[in-house]
């Protein structure tokens, strides 16, 4: 499995055992290779995939708030409908989009539609680790909730976004990014 996939770990939620694995856009670049994973998923006992959902100013499921700000540039191979027919139709897992990305409008450098689009809008913050931040006191947010609800409308069982890609409740936007400088500097 490991081969396919980022992550595996067990965990009790409400005395149930959570057997789940995070499947990344570069573990399963075509359908044939999802429904490979599906099924290796499905033969060791996972019951929950989180799988890849927003990249690298791209989503990967057909979302109208993304066609309707930069059109199908923003739309990447089609990772969670391929996960929803095959792991959760075919098998019974559970399908949880991953939005690891958060207010990352790019990494490296500000080179994809998404990027330009952030950047003519105003909502670039600024760069930390090599990505380049939206500011969450801009419309980003209401852009960034406009593909969260698309996404959950594909059948998705829910969706998980990582705490240090967006902000906590007391910060700004400034806070947010001094947390990520402090945060890098503490772990070299």
């Not at 994973?37 to 929950?48: K, P, Q």
């Not at 996960?83 to 409008?105: D, P, R, S």
């Not at 209401?142 to 998980?160: H, N, Y």
Request: proline share 2%; hydrophobic share 40%; glycine share 10%.
């Amino acid at each position: 499995i490991l081969g396919f996939c980022g992550l595996l770990f067990c965990c009790l939620s409400s005395g149930v055992e959570i057997r789940a694995a995070w499947v990344d856009k570069y573990d399963c670049p075509d359908e044939e290779t999802a429904i490979k994973v599906s099924e290796i998923l499905h033969d060791n006992g996972v019951n929950r995939v989180y799988v890849d959902s927003w990249k690298n100013g791209k989503v990967l499921f057909n979302s109208s708030t993304m066609m309707k700000a930069i059109g199908e540039q923003g739309i990447g191979i089609m990772l969670i409908p391929w996960f929803l027919k095959h792991a959760k139709q075919k098998y019974g897992i559970e399908v949880v989009g991953w939005f690891e990305y958060g207010y990352i409008a790019s990494h490296a450098v500000l080179n994809s539609s998404f990027a330009f689009y952030a950047l003519s809008k105003g909502w670039i913050l600024g760069q930390c680790d090599g990505f380049y931040y939206m500011n969450p006191e801009t419309d980003a947010t209401k852009f960034l909730a406009g593909i969260l609800s698309d996404a959950l409308d594909t059948g998705l069982d829910g969706v998980q976004s990582v705490s240090y890609t967006h902000l906590r409740a007391h910060e700004t936007s400034l806070h947010l990014v001094c947390r990520l400088l402090l945060e890098k500097k503490k772990n070299t």
